[in-house]
Every structure is written in C-alpha cells, then in structure tokens.
Nanobody, 113 residues
Framework: QVQLVESGGGLVQPGGSLRLSCVASGSISSIRSMGWYRQAPGKQRELVAGITSLGITNYADSVKGRFTISRDNAKITVYLQMDRLKPEDTAVYYC???????WGQGTLVTVSS
C-alpha cells in the first residue's frame, strides 16, 4: 500500500517562503508523475504544479515565477518551494501521485500578517 505524507505547512507573512515536502512510502520504487494541489475554504481543489518522471514541470498561472516543484528520486520525495507568498495562497496543500491516483492527507498553509 502506497502512502503520501506532506509536511512543511504553517503560518507565514506575505512575501515569505515555505517549502512543502511529500514523501512516498510503501510498495513504491519511484514517484513517477506527481502533482501539488490546493484547496482554499469554499473553493474547489486546483492543480498548482506538476512534475513528470522526466522532470518536466507545469504550473498554474497564479503561481508561475513564485513556486517551484522539484523531485528527489532517491528519497522518493517531491517538493514545492513557495516564494513571495500572498494571502490568496492560503489553502490546504495536497500532493498526488498522478499514476496511482493517490492523495496525501494535506498540509495547511496560511499567509497572513
């Protein structure tokens, strides 16, 4: 059974940075294509960034130039570096294994002064 566990969320002031991590465990030897999603209160879950097994990345327009998705295959971990955070980035952030369609439990990011 494969599990994804996110960490790194918290409270940060506008303009600050956070790095989220998503570690895969269980019967998995590689993380393949992964995505970071977020869901703000009262809104639908949306794709923030994705990365393929070849390292090709894509981003939502709202985070381009501020967020960076990366992976460490040896650690079976995917990261989301979030810079120049804005209050509208406040949400629960989830990672997802796109191939196995498995979600993590989420980590809360709050951007507020």
């Amino acid at each position: 059974q494969v599990q994804l566990v996110e960490s790194g969320g918290g409270l940060v002031q506008p303009g600050g940075s956070l790095r989220l991590s998503c570690v895969a465990s269980g019967s998995i030897s590689s993380i393949r294509s992964m995505g970071w999603y977020r869901q703000a209160p009262g809104k639908q879950r949306e794709l923030v960034a994705g990365i393929t097994s070849l390292g090709i990345t894509n981003y939502a327009d709202s985070v381009k130039g501020r967020f960076t998705i990366s992976r460490d295959n040896a650690k079976i971990t995917v990261y989301l570096q979030m810079d120049r955070l804005k209050p509208e980035d406040t949400a629960v952030y989830y990672c997802k294994n796109m191939v196995l369609n498995i979600w993590g439990q989420g980590t809360l990011v709050t951007v507020s002064s």
